[in-house]
């Protein structure tokens, strides 16, 4: 559905953008894979930052 | 401790009676500590005692009104304190820190949990385009979703949009910031250079590149005539904004103008000098004037005071 030309540079936050016209609960649905896409990219670097701990 | 009647008396613990109350009272008699009287004002004592001590768990003697100890506390008496007192103390406490949290409790809350989960919420919705609630939609989104013949593309360029621009951006900045480490000419102007864009708001950047690229009336997509007439009157007005905006860049840190001597000794029950001189000729030898003559428009770097005009010694009163 939303391939080919204008459609060949989409990011998930502008496919959320996109499906938002035609189907709002999709788009919410992309919106949270798209979350969750973040969390799987934010909590191992969280984990292995060690941000919590304090600098000498 | 006194009672209502003014009376010294002696005071000990008796955490262990149900008003907490610290002491007993002996009325009359300054030396009496520890003999318990069963009138009102002992009563009243009790029951002032027991604020005294409502933080304090350790029990003990009480100084009477003239600083001798009394052992008013009875042998075996029991001395701590109930344990709905003692957790409900320790819930206070822990509950201390929150009127300094709670804004950003709330602004986090606000901002940033309630809109996950209407979104969360809604994915399991069927809306029509009209924005009614049709019903549950179950997984059925999700599954229309994964069916998405474009949705693996658009995974791995997100994917690849985030890891080229996390080392793109390292890789740059550090280069960066090794050439602006150097001392070379220029380095200043580099440096606000890259600092404007920085410090631009990214939504006001945003709407100018939008009004550049506007397909129908955008600077950059007229016709070749009519852009550079736009090009031109838009660069045409930048000197003018630089100067307006150094000007209020200079009245900003400092003032810019500051008094001379001659105005600075002016009495303040005379006119300034400026509106009277400010058409006199220069003289003979002395470069025209600009603006009043109390005044000298002067300099001002950013960081550095501006250090103000001394007074003649007649002005130093």
Redesign the interface.
Same mark, same amino acid.
């Given at each position: 559905m939303y391939t080919g030309a204008g459609y060949g540079a989409d990011t998930t936050t502008t496919f959320v953008h996109k499906l938002k016209d035609t189907d709002v609960d999709e788009s919410a649905a992309m919106a949270v894979a798209k979350f969750a896409l973040v969390v799987v990219f934010v909590l191992p670097y969280l984990k292995t930052s060690r941000w919590n701990e304090a600098t000498a | 401790m006194r009672n209502a009647n003014g009376n010294a008396n002696a005071s000990g613990s008796g955490d262990g009676n149900p008003n907490g109350g610290g002491s007993t009272s002996a009325n009359g008699n300054a030396n009496s500590g520890g003999s318990a009287s069963a009138n009102a004002n002992a009563a009243a004592n009790r029951n002032r005692n027991s604020c005294a001590d409502a933080d304090d768990g350790d029990s003990g003697s009480g100084s009477n009104a003239n600083g001798s100890s009394g052992e008013g506390a009875v042998a075996g008496r029991v001395t701590t304190r109930p344990a709905s007192r003692r957790s409900r103390s320790k819930a206070l406490r822990a509950l201390a820190p929150l009127p300094w949290l709670l804004p950003a409790l709330v602004l986090i809350g606000g901002v940033g949990l309630w809109p996950?989960e209407e979104? $969360?919420r *809604?994915?399991f @919705?069927?809306?029509g *385009?009209s924005g009614y609630v049709r019903g549950s %939609?179950g997984w059925s989104?999700?599954v229309? @979703?994964l069916r998405?013949? %474009? @949705?693996p593309? $658009?995974?791995l360029? *997100?994917v690849a949009?985030?890891v080229v621009v996390v080392v793109a951006t390292v890789v740059i900045s550090l280069l960066l910031a090794q050439l602006l480490n150097r001392r070379f000419v220029g380095r200043t102007v580099v440096r606000w250079a890259l600092i404007v864009p920085w410090a631009a708001s990214v939504v006001m950047s945003s709407i100018i590149f939008k009004w550049l690229l506007d397909w129908s009336h955008g600077v950059l997509n007229t016709p070749s005539g009519q852009m550079q007439s736009n090009i031109s009157s838009t660069l045409a007005g930048i000197p003018g904004n630089m100067i307006v905006g150094r000007r209020a860049a200079v009245t900003a840190c400092g003032g810019g103008v500051r008094p001379s001597r001659r105005e600075s000794a002016r009495p303040l029950s005379q006119p300034p000098f400026g509106n009277g001189n400010r058409n006199r000729p220069a003289r003979a030898g002395q470069p025209p004037r600009f603006g009043a003559e109390g005044t000298s428009t002067t300099r001002c770097t950013p960081g550095r005071a501006m250090a103000p005009t001394p007074r003649p010694p007649s002005c130093t009163s």
């Open positions: - | 996950v979104m $969360v *809604t994915s @919705l069927r809306i *385009t %939609a989104k999700y229309d @979703l998405e013949p %474009a @949705l593309q $658009v995974v360029r *997100t949009w985030v």
